[in-house]
């Protein structure tokens, strides 16, 4: 799961009570594209390993646990202010934030390499 973390600035934009990124649980976070540029990438390579873009990634009621104290939010957010404006609804209720991206090329992938996307 990739997501950019301009998305999650522009979210906190939105919210009282900021999150960081670790909030979403990502596996790859980039820095640099305006927000949820991510949503039109189809291929992303970082290094020399390949992927290629699955589904948008939905977001479900885990959004909503605070990653260190493993408290969820009163209010359900971020998930409630997620859902104001980043609904798809041809994927259902959820609302999205970030790519789901499947390896179509090995490798080595190491902080600070670079991402490309197409």
């Not at 799961?1 to 009282?16: C, I, K, P, Q």
């Not at 290094?47 to 646990?65: A, K, M, S």
Request: proline fraction near 9%; charged fraction near 25%; aromatic fraction near 12%.
């Amino acid at each position: 799961m990739l997501f950019n973390e301009a998305s999650v600035t522009d979210l906190n934009r939105r919210l009282e009570n900021k999150v960081t990124v670790l909030q979403f649980r990502p596996n790859f976070v980039v820095r640099g594209p305006e927000p949820y540029a991510e949503d039109r990438w189809r291929w992303v390579r970082i290094g020399d390993v390949v992927f290629r873009y699955e589904i948008p990634c939905l977001r479900c009621v885990f959004t909503t646990i605070d990653p260190s104290s493993g408290v969820p939010h009163p209010d359900k957010e971020p998930l409630r202010t997620l859902k104001q404006y980043r609904q798809m609804p041809a994927y259902g209720e959820s609302p999205a934030l970030g790519i789901h991206l499947g390896l179509r090329r090995a490798g080595t992938i190491k902080l600070g390499d670079p991402v490309y996307f197409a």
